[in-house]
């Protein structure tokens, strides 16, 4: 859930199932509700590695019931709701909008700056598709002079045009407005965020194949005169680590503030953003973490955390270093045996060579009787 340390107990509320066989597991949650929503992480581990695999949860609110013996509403009052409803934006509209009138969204999505919209790669090893969400956009709620960012994962062949709105006004970079997008992946960075920044959120990714809509919501609390703020300041700085090519970093760290910090980190003075190989990660206690999987030699230096705020910047390093992998390397005999003669009675000693990476299992057998002696490991070498 949001708390990136919960792990869920045995009880009537959740039930776990794993069937090693097929590799199906089962996360079951009984009578969910409000406090259910959040991001469900499913960690897979062994002695060679792990795998995280995510997704977000937000049920739908329950349709309110009407009590025996309420009053139907007059037609005054319906008649004020339905004004209320249209002096505001609406975002289902809007997206219905964007979906089914060509021309509409062609007016909202024209002249489009060249850094929004992601090139046009074609994957022609892989049917062609139009785009389908992974990783959908999540309501945030956020002090007043926090960062707000929204990203959004997809598939599509070829791959998608990406445009961000604010109840639907489109969005284009500025001071405060950053749009990244690459394959398969867009990202929307709102900096310094007022309370006018409040509303929904709507990004649109459409292919020759088609389209598809998708708006989060978000929350800015006022930052009140009275409240106090302060600069980041980190209480838990990441030590320096050692980690095997090819397997997974981790690194952790807390930080604290007010507003709430936005965090930035940097390997070698470059700035590692989100992908299939790099991962940060954060819950309601003010940890973060940032996750390397399958890391390379060129990843090993310096690696940096920038925390900032309206009221300044902290920042902490620790040094990564990347272990080089073993290479796989097949048993091989270096020395082989020697023909020899032996007379009944004496001792008889077979000696051979061998190398291999990982260490090599050593199995002796009689020819016929087929019975083994006995089973040993090698690190390298045997004589």
């Known amino acids: 859930m949001n708390n990136a340390n919960f792990q869920f107990p045995a009880s009537p509320k959740y039930a776990m199932n794993y069937h090693p066989q097929s590799g199906k597991i ?17 960690c897979a581990r062994n002695d060679y590695g792990d795998a995280v695999c995510t997704v977000f949860v937000q049920p739908e609110p329950a349709p309110p019931q009407r009590a025996q013996g309420q009053q139907q509403l007059t037609q005054q009052q319906r008649w004020s709701q339905q004004q209320s409803r249209t002096e505001e934006f609406i975002v289902e509209t809007f997206e219905q909008r964007l979906l089914n009138e060509t021309s509409y969204r062609e007016i909202n999505t024209e002249q489009r700056q060249a850094q929004t919209p992601v090139p046009k790669y074609i994957n022609y090893g892989s049917p062609q598709s139009p785009p389908v969400l992974t990783q959908p956009l999540r ?6 002079g926090s960062t707000a960012s929204f990203t959004v994962r997809y598939t599509a062949n070829p791959d998608a045009s990406v445009t961000w709105f604010h109840n639907g006004s489109r969005l284009v970079n500025s001071n405060r407005v950053s749009i990244t997008s690459r394959q398969h992946e867009s990202t929307l960075a709102v900096r310094m965020i007022l309370p006018e920044d409040s509303g929904h959120y709507t990004v649109l990714l459409e ?4 389209c598809i809509v998708q708006s989060s919501q978000l929350f800015v609390d006022k930052l009140e005169e009275e409240v106090k703020t302060s600069p980041p300041q980190f209480l838990k700085r990441p030590s320096d680590l050692q980690v095997q090519e090819g397997k997974t970093a981790r690194i ?19 700035q590692v953003l989100n992908d299939g190989n790099h991962k940060t990660l954060v819950n309601e206690s003010g940890n973060h973490s940032l996750l390397i999987y399958n890391i390379k030699k060129a990843e090993e230096g310096l690696v940096t955390c920038v925390a900032r705020n309206v009221q300044g910047e902290d920042r902490c390093q620790m040094n990564l270093e990347v272990i080089e992998a073993e290479v796989l390397v097949s048993p091989k005999f ?42 040993t490991t090698s690190s390298n070498t045997r004589n």
């Open 26 to 42: 089962q996360l079951h949650i009984n009578t969910i509700n409000a406090q259910d929503q959040g991001e469900y992480t499913c």
């Open 334 to 375: 270096m020395q082989r045996f020697k023909s020899t003669t032996i007379r009944t009675g004496d001792k008889l000693e077979l000696g051979v060579r061998v190398m291999g990476v990982p260490d090599v299992r050593i199995q002796w057998q009689k020819v016929s009787m087929r019975t083994r002696f006995f089973t």
């Open 139 to 144: 309501n945030t709620k956020l002090l007043e």
């Open 207 to 210: 292919n020759p194949l088609g």
């Open 252 to 270: 952790e760290c807390k930080v604290i503030g007010k507003p709430y910090p936005e965090l930035t980190w940097f390997i070698n003075g470059v």
